[in-house]
C-alpha cells in the first residue's frame, strides 16, 4: 500500500502517459477540464515558504441573459498535524491554530469566500485508540470554544466564511461529545453547526466508541457566498445523506473527511464526484495528510499485532462539479490549499439539463423506504 512516497494519481499520468492519450484519460477521470486560476505571486511564495502546496482551478458555466455568474471561491485546507500526538494537548491546538492562521491567510490572498478544515482540525485522529484521556480533552464548545473564537477572527479578518469540523463538547446537554462542523459567517457570527451523520464501524475507525450519530438533521446554511452543507466523513458513502443536503438547497457540499488509504483509497474520487452529478451541486472532499503515531498500541480486532500507527492519510482533496468534470487531487503527502472559483450558475443549468430532481421518484421511494423499516416487512421479492 502506498504511502508518502507515491505522490498522486495526476502525476503518475503525466509522467507516464503520451499528450494525446493523457488527454483521453483526463477527459474520462476529470471530465471537461478546468481552467488553472491565476494566483497572486504573493500567494504562491508565501506557500513555498510555508511549505504547503496552492493549487486554483475555475469551472466554468454558460453565460445566462437573466442572472449575472455567481462566482465563488473556496479553499479546501488539508494538513499533518504539526505536533506529535503525544505533545501536551494545549500545545497541540495552539501549533494548529497557528498553522492554520498561515493557510487561511494565504487563502485570503487568493480572494477564498469560504474555507473548509479537514475533518477533527485540531486534533489527532485518536478514535482508533479507543481510550478517553487525553484525547476528549480537545472537545470545545461549538458556539464559544477557543477554536470557534480562532474561526470568528480569521472570518472577520478576512470577510470569509469558515467550516470548521471540530470534536464538540455540547455543554448544554450533559457534556457529551459530538463530530461537528461550525459553520461561521463571514460577519464572525456562529451561524450554526452541523453533526455527522453516520458514525463509522469500520477498520479502526472507533468513533462510535465517543460520540453517537448526529440530531440535527441536514441544515443548509445561507451565506453570502451561496447555500454550503457539510456532510462529515462517512457520511459520503451515503447517497441518502448527500441528496437530503441537496433538498434543503445546498450549492456546495463539504466533505471534511480523515481516511486511510489501505481503506478508501479507490472509494475516494468517484464519491464525491458522484455525488455533484447526481445532486447538481458541487462538492468538496478534503482528507487529512500523512500518518499519526499514538502513545499505547491498539489492536484493529483482526488478530493481527497492535500497533502505534493508524496508517496512511492520503491526502488527495479536490472539488467535484454537477457536469461531471473536477480539479485534480491536491498531492498525498503534504500540507496544502486547493482553490477553486465555482460559478453556482451551472447548478441550475445541470438541472435543467438532466433533470435528475425532476425525474426522481421521491414520493416512491420515501412510501418503499417507510414500509422497508418497518419490523414486519417483506421484501419486494418476485419468485416463480
Ligand atoms: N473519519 C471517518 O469517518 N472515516 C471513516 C472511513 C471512511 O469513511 O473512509
Known amino acids: 500500500m502506498a504511502g508518502a512516497e507515491w505522490e498522486s494519481l495526476e502525476q503518475c499520468l503525466e509522467k507516464n502517459l503520451p499528450p494525446a492519450e493523457l488527454r483521453e484519460v483526463k477527459r474520462l477521470l476529470y471530465g471537461k477540464e478546468t481552467r488553472k486560476l491565476e494566483l497572486p505571486s504573493r500567494a504562491s511564495e508565501a506557500a513555498l515558504e510555508g511549505d504547503f502546496e496552492l493549487q486554483g482551478y475555475a469551472f466554468e458555466a454558460a453565460e445566462e441573459q437573466l442572472r449575472r455568474p455567481r462566482i465563488v471561491r473556496v479553499g479546501l485546507v488539508q494538513n499533518r498535524i504539526p505536533l506529535p500526538a503525544d505533545a501536551p494537548v494545549a500545545k497541540q491546538v495552539s501549533a494548529i491554530h497557528e498553522r492554520i492562521e498561515v493557510i487561511a491567510e494565504v487563502a485570503a490572498m487568493c480572494g477564498v469566500n469560504i474555507i473548509c478544515f479537514q475533518e477533527a482540525w485540531t486534533m489527532p485522529f485518536a478514535f482508533c485508540t479507543r481510550e478517553k484521556l487525553p484525547w476528549t480533552e480537545f472537545a470545545e464548545s461549538a458556539e464559544a470554544g477557543p477554536t470557534t473564537r480562532f474561526c470568528q477572527k480569521l472570518a472577520k479578518k478576512y470577510d470569509m466564511v469558515v467550516v470548521s469540523p471540530i470534536l464538540e463538547r455540547d455543554e448544554e ?97 468517484i464519491e464525491a464526484r458522484n455525488a455533484a452529478i447526481a445532486n447538481h451541486c458541487f462538492t468538496c472532499a478534503i482528507n487529512r495528510v500523512g500518518e499519526e503515531f499514538f502513545p499505547n498500541e491498539f489492536t484493529s480486532g483482526d488478530g493481527k499485532k497492535a500497533h502505534h500507527n493508524f496508517g496512511y492519510f492520503y491526502g488527495s482533496s479536490y472539488v467535484a462539479a454537477p457536469d461531471s468534470s473536477r480539479t485534480p487531487g491536491l498531492s498525498r503527502n503534504r500540507d496544502g490549499l486547493l482553490v477553486a472559483e465555482l460559478n453556482l450558475n451551472l447548478c441550475r443549468q445541470m438541472s435543467d439539463i438532466w433533470n435528475f430532481k425532476m425525474t426522481g421518484r421521491y414520493e416512491m421511494y420515501a412510501r418503499e423506504l417507510t414500509e422497508a423499516v418497518k419490523p414486519d416487512y417483506n421484501p419486494n421479492i418476485v419468485k416463480e
Open 173 to 269: 446537554h450533559g457534556d457529551v461529545l459530538w463530530n461537528t462542523a461550525v459553520v461561521i459567517s463571514s460577519s464572525g457570527a456562529v451561524l450554526g453547526k452541523t453533526r455527522k451523520n453516520h458514525i463509522p464501524r469500520v477498520g479502526d475507525f472507533n468513533e462510535s466508541t465517543y460520540y453517537m450519530e448526529g440530531n440535527l438533521g441536514h441544515p443548509v446554511f445561507q451565506t453570502k457566498f451561496g447555500r454550503i452543507a457539510v456532510n462529515i466523513c462517512y457520511g459520503r458513502h451515503h447517497p441518502l445523506n448527500w441528496l437530503m443536503f441537496s433538498v434543503n438547497g445546498a450549492e456546495i457540499i463539504f466533505n471534511p473527511s480523515a481516511t486511510i488509504g489501505a481503506l478508501s483509497e479507490s472509494l475516494w474520487p
